[in-house]
């Protein structure tokens, strides 16, 4: 290790007066001060009414709500995700009628309000009273009444979800265009087969594109889902405090609590999104980590050591 | 007589309507070092990527080591080869492109890891310790753990001839493995190169470096406008070429 002051050979380091920066103290009372004459005013505001605040903040309706929020967040993602790698990949396949049918989807999910999408899923069994299955025109294996099925929950995670598939799989594909030719060349010059190379080579790397964009996508997720109502599902978290809201004629307090559990939840998706980002900037960058600078100084360092004993 | 590791009875490629090999005409003995030199644009990159199946043959044959490469011939009638059966081939044929081609996401190890692993099947301990070995051999035993961006233009190219090497192949294909370098790094891969030849290894070689021919190649052979001009001993080519435009291009090049 260097002493502290001067380098191992004994150099002294330069110790060189900071230059001052008044506008940048300026700009930081001015925001600072501010900041706290908001929160002054927000704690003694009366209208924002803490004390309701307080009382549904840790509700359990709420709390079940944002599971359920999180629930719905969750499985669309799964099935957007899903299936927007199969759009990605049919969009980039040389087959002409899987190439337009991606894209017809596309057109069609992304081209139409989710909200309008939600209430065609919620008018789903007035379409389709029947589910049958079996060979068509021959033969019936099973048969289903679901008018009669209470399944909000269902038709809004998969409204959702495959109103997500449409901007998924334009990521995806944006992620494996990314990735060089080169790459699929020298995996298929290595005698790999090509989902082999699409899984090890391929994929790995452009996920260092997608997972931005997807974080994006699933914060945004998170939010959209306060739009089920048009099916009608009621037991996210938005319907929930209006429904409470509209009981206790306090919608504000209440619309703060949903905002905060928003907010939590997504603050968590946030740490997520950074750990997995990390995770797949392996070897993204020339500069060594701290680790690694560590153990390199310390290998010189020993040389040096071993050069003067 | 053996077979001949490589052989090309009037192999033809056109992309649409350009025609960039114009009936090709070689053999590669087993054991054998051949050099493809020509200009840019000459079709000597193509005729390489057609060996190892990264471009499709349009006319003519071509076989690696006795077998028809890109189809398979039943009657009298050639068939696609399913993709599958093309990757089988193509385990045998190691390829170094001038570019590396490493992949980023993984080590030096895993990337030559990689292939004998997932493709062949090996078990992990002996594909990393023949990685090993592999990683010695091209002067790299230190750098296991580093990631190609990590890694001199040089080392990378070392370890993408280590990478092709692990998968034991019977044919090493290198497509102008020393011109993305800088001047000072191109020694240490052409090092790597003599060594493997000197080992015995079949190789196919497209290439700017006329001293490494030279030294190392047992045939030279000059494309230009997608056909063989001329071809022979480097020696007899490099001092005594016999048509003029292999004249005018080595007067260029040396």
Not at chain 1, 28 to 35: E, G, P, Q
Request: net charge positive.
């Amino acid at each position: 290790m260097a002493e502290r002051g001067s380098t191992s050979d004994g150099t002294e380091l330069i110790k060189a007066v900071p230059l001052r920066r008044p506008g940048r103290w300026v700009a930081a009372t001015v925001i600072l001060v501010l900041i706290a004459l908001f929160i002054y005013g927000a704690a003694t505001n009366p209208n924002y009414q803490w004390d309701t605040y307080r009382k549904y903040i840790f509700d359990s309706r709420i709390s079940t709500a944002a599971w359920n929020t999180l629930q719905l967040t969750f499985w669309a993602m799964v099935l957007g995700g899903v299936l927007g790698v199969l759009l990605a990949v049919m969009r980039l396949s040389d087959n002409p009628v899987l190439k337009s049918a991606a894209w017809a989807y596309l057109w069609i999910f992304r081209g139409t309000p989710v909200y309008v999408q939600l209430v065609f899923w919620g008018l789903f069994t007035s379409l389709y009273p029947h589910l049958a299955f079996g060979i068509p025109f021959l033969h019936q294996f099973a048969h289903f009444d679901i008018q009669t099925l209470d399944a909000a929950f269902l038709f809004a995670a998969v409204g959702l979800g495959l109103n997500e598939a449409a901007y998924m799989a334009e990521i995806v594909r944006a992620g494996i265009s990314s990735v060089g030719e080169g790459q699929s060349e020298a995996a298929t010059a290595l005698g790999m087969p090509w989902g082999l190379t699409m899984r090890r080579v391929v994929l790995p790397q452009a996920m260092r594109v997608i997972i931005p964009p997807s974080g994006n996508e699933v914060i945004s997720m998170l939010k959209t889902t306060s739009l089920v109502s048009a099916v009608p599902y009621t037991l996210d978290l938005y319907e929930t405090q209006r429904s409470i809201s509209g009981v206790v004629f306090r919608p504000i307090p209440l619309l703060l609590v949903a905002s905060t559990w928003y907010l939590a939840v997504t603050s968590v998706l946030m740490v997520g999104q950074y750990f997995l980002e990390k995770h797949y900037a392996k070897g993204a960058s020339r500069t060594m980590t701290a680790r690694q600078l560590r153990a390199l100084a310390s290998a010189m360092g020993r040389e040096n050591l071993g050069g003067k004993g | 007589m053996t077979e001949p590791m490589v052989r090309a009875n009037g192999v033809h490629k056109n992309f649409g309507a350009l025609t960039v090999l114009k009936g090709i005409e070689l053999t590669v003995a087993r054991g054998e070092v051949m050099c493809l030199v020509g200009p840019s644009g000459s079709g000597k990159t193509t005729f390489l990527r057609c060996i190892n199946h990264l471009e499709r043959v349009t006319a003519g044959r071509l076989y690696v080591d006795g077998v028809l490469v890109g189809y398979e011939e039943r009657g009298n009638k050639l068939h696609e080869l399913h993709p599958r059966v093309a990757a089988k081939q193509r385990r045998d044929i190691g390829m170094v492109f001038q570019h590396f081609n490493l992949f980023p996401h993984m080590t030096a190890l895993e990337n030559i890891t990689e292939a004998p692993i997932r493709v062949k099947r090996q078990p992990k301990e002996k594909a990393v310790a023949n990685a090993k070995r592999l990683l010695d051999q091209v002067g790299l035993g230190e750098k296991a753990k580093a990631y190609p961006a990590q890694l001199s233009g040089g080392q990378q190219q070392r370890i993408a001839i280590a990478r092709a090497l692990a998968m034991d192949p019977k044919l090493m294909l290198f497509d102008e493995p020393t011109s993305a370098l800088d001047p000072e790094l191109v020694g240490e891969v052409l090092d790597v190169m003599k060594e493997l030849a000197r080992g015995g290894m079949t190789m196919v070689v497209v290439t700017h470096e006329m001293g490494f021919a030279r030294e190392v190649a047992d045939q030279l052979v000059f494309m230009d406008d997608g056909a063989v001009v001329e071809m022979g001993k480097p020696r007899e080519i490099l001092v005594n070429p016999q048509h003029e435009r292999t004249k005018a291009f080595l007067s260029k090049v040396l």
